[in-house]
């Protein structure tokens, strides 16, 4: 039988993961750009193309709140641009 105080912990982790689970964070899908300076931000314009020499199959980086959760892959669903979840790290 499990002890009393155990249970209590379990149910205290439940109760603590419910009042977090409505809290925004914060998804980023990083694409590497070798060589892009500051001089390169400065200069960008609307309409400029920047290569990034990713492969275009290649499965990009998605962090939530900076921490590297999984790799994913873009998908157009209609008119938008979606992101695939193609790994879980």
Do not use: H, Y
Not at 2 to 13: F, L, N, V, W
Not at 32 to 46: A, K, M, Q, W
Not at 64 to 73: F, K, P, Q, V
């Amino acid at each position: 039988m499990a002890d009393p105080d155990e249970r209590g912990t379990a149910a205290e982790a439940v109760d603590d993961l419910a009042s977090v689970a409505m809290l925004t964070c914060r998804m980023s899908l990083e694409i590497p750009v070798p060589g892009f300076t500051v001089r390169d931000l400065l200069r960008l314009s609307p309409e400029d193309v920047i290569d990034t020499r990713w492969a275009q199959a290649a499965d990009v980086p998605l962090r939530i709140n900076g921490l590297l959760l999984s790799r994913a892959e873009f998908e157009l669903i209609g008119s938008k641009l979606a992101v695939r979840l193609t790994e879980l790290e």
